[in-house]
């Protein structure tokens, strides 16, 4: 029995914090890929995913900055999103898959409001901003290199996505402010980056799936895919409100995304159809795109994770949970801090301890 890796679509990676990634979701093989392809009776999988992180743990490079905790100035980004997708496969080495997020985010802080220092928030009060709605839209295709039937133990898939821009990539909030004298006011303008629904531009992206039966009930798998974002930016202006506008991180980038994971399945003899999992994930986003400019505000870096979980399967029914926690954290430079003559400027972001995924699919 071959588990999720195969029978749920890759998506798009979400970020555990502040760098600002969408979600991937796919699961392990585990046994044997013949009698995976056996079960599936029909054409049709769908599929429903939920997610959730909470960052708060600053870096400046890979160094964790503590005395933000330590202080109360840590930003906290809460998010909860739902993940729906359908899959059609023609042949049992062709599949086209359609994924849309459905999001929740949160984020607290006080620097967005009042400020972080006492004298501008003596009370250190710290205020929400959140948005919430469907992210931007997937639609991605597969194709195994080799027949299923003719090679059960490996496998290689390779696949081509485009990632369209449904989301709102401009979603805002109220953020408080305070007058010289002492006066309390709100302005509304866009919500940062790292929870915004999308990111207003189409990307595509390549992707790679495998997996090697080394035993009976042993497994390795590894998938991975990077998403091109050509555009640089998608216009909405960070802070409207102030007199000029940086034309290096004035507005959003619109930034490339990777993500790559390595691990095994082994079987539970006496419970069929389940697996234990472990393996590593990497996931981030680069300070220079692939394609086109880099520039416009972004918060690079990338997160190491060890990765255990559980895949089962029954019928024509899966379910998998992974809980991928951080063992390497790092805000890499940005374009724009790698413009500062004196080369010493970086900035920070926030990144989650871990994070969870649940998944389940059914075919027809």
């Not at 290199?145 to 090679?151: R, T």
């Not at 003899?269 to 981030?284: K, N, Q, T």
């Not at 991928?324 to 926030?350: M, W």
């Amino acid at each position: 029995m071959l588990a999720l890796c195969l029978s749920l679509p890759t998506q798009l990676i979400h970020a555990q914090g502040c760098v600002a990634v969408r979600h991937m979701s796919c699961a392990a093989p585990t046994g044997s890929s013949a009698d995976f392809f056996k079960q599936r009776t029909g054409h049709w999988q769908v599929s429903a995913g939920y997610r959730f992180f909470n960052s708060y743990k600053h870096f400046v490079g890979d160094v964790e900055q503590k005395q933000r905790v330590e202080q109360g100035t840590q930003v906290i980004n809460t998010s909860h999103a739902l993940d729906l997708g359908i899959t059609y496969m023609p042949s049992l080495r062709w599949s086209v898959s359609v994924n849309l997020p459905i999001q929740n985010n949160d984020r607290s802080s006080l620097y967005e409001h009042y400020g972080n220092a006492v004298a501008a928030n003596p009370d250190q009060l710290r205020f929400h901003t959140k948005s919430q709605g469907i992210g931007d839209l997937r639609i991605s295709g597969n194709y195994w290199l080799v027949n299923p039937y003719k090679l059960p133990k490996a496998n290689v898939a390779l696949g081509l996505g485009v990632k369209l821009p449904t989301g709102n990539y401009a979603a805002t909030d109220n953020f408080h402010r305070r007058t010289k004298e002492g006066a309390d006011y709100t302005i509304n303008k866009p919500v940062d980056q790292s929870i915004q629904l999308g990111d207003g531009r189409v990307g595509f992206s390549l992707e790679a799936q495998g997996y090697w039966q080394l035993s009976k009930s042993l497994t390795a798998y590894a998938n991975g895919f990077y998403l091109f974002n050509p555009a640089a930016t998608n216009g909405v202006v960070r802070s409207p409100e102030a007199t000029s506008i940086d034309l290096v991180t004035g507005t959003f980038s619109v930034a490339d995304q990777f993500a790559a994971r390595l691990g095994v399945s082994q079987s539970v003899r006496f419970i069929p159809g389940l697996a234990v999992m472990l393996g590593g994930r990497v996931e981030g986003v680069p300070a220079i795109d692939a394609i086109g400019s880099s520039t416009g505000f972004r918060r690079p870096g990338y997160i190491v994770s060890v990765e255990p979980g559980l895949a089962y399967m029954k019928g024509n029914y899966s379910a998998a949970l992974t809980v991928p926690v951080a063992v390497y954290r790092n805000r890499t430079k940005s374009y724009a801090d790698r413009l500062d003559p004196l080369g010493i400027k970086q900035g920070d972001a926030a990144f989650a301890d871990y994070l969870i995924s649940f998944n389940v699919s059914r075919w027809f």
